[in-house]
């Protein structure tokens, strides 16, 4: 499918932190490497996907069991990345558009769907220039990504705006406390090495009273903040009530525009 093209935004509109975006271009050919530097991510996929899955079928009031449970939902997925979550969320039936501000991602997304046949509607932009395109969507993810702005709070009000009326709008991210920076920064990068060095910035770490008051301040209404732990006798993640270092928030937006 080709990649749709959004206008490109100045420094000063977007939330993009360029910085950041280079870091993980560097990486771009490591997406789908299940044992490179986005091996925790992999090993994470299944509970995220388990966790927003069961929120969307709440939600929307879809049928769990179906093999395509998500089907009729337009789905935005910022910060796509390689596309580790958008294609599942196609798989199950979603109709799905990646964006991201890095060319190189963008092209190994596509590539890799392509040779999979799922017809996912990649392009190279950001929230605020999907925003500007007049684009809106029943849900909008943004899974690991306010990390990594430049403005997380302007972030997610711009995320809130491209929620369709009474749609969902699904935020994942690390919290800001002392077990999250010696178990998502110290061990992770520089014991045990899961991702590179300086992947990860503690004070851009966001708690989750601070993402609600972003949700409730951009006229969603948020839903409690669920955790994700990971076990490592087991090596891998389950939903949890400790929403200490990563978590999962989501938000509705109004019924009428």
Not at 30 to 38: E, K, Q, R, V
Not at 53 to 76: E, I, T
Not at 77 to 84: A, I, R, V
Request: net charge neutral.
């Amino acid at each position: 499918m080709a990649q749709a093209q959004y206008p490109q935004h100045r420094r000063a509109d977007t939330s993009v932190d360029p910085d950041e975006v280079a870091k993980f271009a560097a990486q771009s050919e490591s997406w789908w490497d299940s044992t490179g530097p986005y091996r925790p991510l992999h090993i994470m996929n299944p509970t995220r996907i388990a966790i927003i899955k069961a929120a969307l079928v709440d939600h929307f009031d879809l049928d769990p069991k179906a093999r395509q449970s998500l089907a009729g939902l337009n789905l935005l997925d910022l910060g796509c990345g390689g596309g580790l979550m958008a294609e599942p969320m196609a798989r199950l039936g979603a109709r799905v558009t990646g964006i991201d501000p890095s060319p190189a991602n963008v092209a190994i997304a596509a590539s890799h769907a392509a040779r999979l046949g799922l017809a996912i509607d990649y392009g190279e932009g950001t929230a605020e220039s999907v925003l500007d395109a007049g684009r809106s969507f029943d849900v909008v993810m943004a899974l690991e990504i306010i990390e990594h702005t430049s403005d997380p709070f302007g972030f997610v009000a711009t995320c809130a705006q491209l929620v369709a009326p009474g749609g969902l709008l699904v935020v994942s991210t690390l919290n800001r406390t002392l077990r999250s920076l010696a178990l998502a920064k110290i061990a992770a990068e520089h014991v045990l090495r899961w991702v590179p060095k300086g992947t990860h910035e503690f004070r851009k770490f966001v708690t989750p009273r601070e993402l609600r008051q972003a949700l409730e301040a951009a006229g969603l209404v948020p839903q409690p903040a669920v955790g994700m732990s990971y076990q490592p006798l087991k090596d891998e993640w389950k939903r949890s009530l400790d929403t200490r270092v990563n978590y999962i928030m989501w938000a509705s937006g109004p019924q009428t525009s």
